[in-house]
T-cell receptor, first 118, second 110 residues
Framework: EAEVAQSPRYKITEKSQAVAFWCDPISGHATLYWYRQILGQGPELLVQFQDESVVDDSQLPKDRFSAERLKGVDSTLKIQPAELGDSAMYLC????????????????FGPGTRLTVL | QKEVEQNSGPLSVPEGAIASLNCTYSDRGSQSFFWYRQYSGKSPELIMSIYSNGDKEDGRFTAQLNKASQYVSLLIRDSQPSDSATYLCAAGWGAQKLVFGQGTRLTINP
């Protein structure tokens, strides 16, 4: 069964350091999402890609966060410098995204990266 | 601001009983709704999607949608201890976006 891959699974870093997360979506899925989930809350969208283009990054703290999906397949999310408040689960999801319809395609999540900033 | 509201719980249900999880959404334009299950420390996994008013059944799970009331629910019949998890409700809207609720923590007591 096809799955979304993410690495690393866990990351511990000190504040002011740089961290990077990687995601490989399900093959053939054009849309890729990065979410942040704080303990006890639902996932919140950080950035959405359609192929290699950013569709929505309105909630991405652009002073410290960056995301890219250069060839429209795998993606990297970077934080520099990390702050204590960045401690959270970072989730990657992908969907087929059949644009033109009114229905929203199912999003499938990877295992996530648990980030702890000390 | 598009919002999805869930009772955060915890909801405690005895084993074998029916667990009922509820969700309301603010955007009348939402057409797609999803229930995800999330075990502690794990990522969300899809349980069911529902797009039309009424009930949709899949095994022990039944999703119910009432667009007029902007209400979605998930029923779990014959609850098992393995059903203990946080259940996330999500509403879809334009450009393939999902808005998630804060999740309801469900505990099934043996």
């Amino acid at each position: 069964e096809a799955e979304v891959a993410q690495s690393p699974r866990y990351k511990i870093t000190e504040k002011s350091q740089a961290v990077a997360f990687w995601c490989d979506p399900i093959s053939g899925h054009a849309t890729l999402y990065w979410y942040r989930q704080i303990l006890g809350q639902g996932p919140e969208l950080l950035v959405q890609f359609q192929d290699e283009s950013v569709v929505d990054d309105s909630q991405l703290p652009k002073d410290r966060f960056s995301a890219e999906r250069l060839k429209g397949v795998d993606s990297t999310l970077k934080i520099q410098p990390a702050e204590l408040g960045d401690s959270a689960m970072y989730l990657c999801a992908s969907s087929l995204a059949s644009f033109g319809g009114i229905k929203t395609d199912t999003q499938y999540f990877g295992p996530g990266t648990r980030l702890t900033v000390l | 601001q598009k919002e999805v509201e869930q009772n955060s719980g915890p909801l405690s249900v005895p084993e074998g009983a029916i667990a009922s999880l509820n969700c309301t959404y603010s955007d009348r334009g939402s057409q797609s709704f999803f229930w995800y299950r999330q075990y502690s420390g794990k990522s969300p996994e899809l349980i069911m999607s529902i797009y039309s008013n009424g009930d949709k059944e899949d095994g022990r799970f039944t999703a119910q949608l009432n667009k007029a009331s902007q209400y979605v629910s998930l029923l779990i019949r014959d609850s098992q201890p393995s059903d203990s998890a946080t259940y996330l409700c999500a509403a879809g809207w334009g450009a393939q976006k999902l808005v998630f609720g804060q999740g309801t923590r469900l505990t099934i007591n043996p």
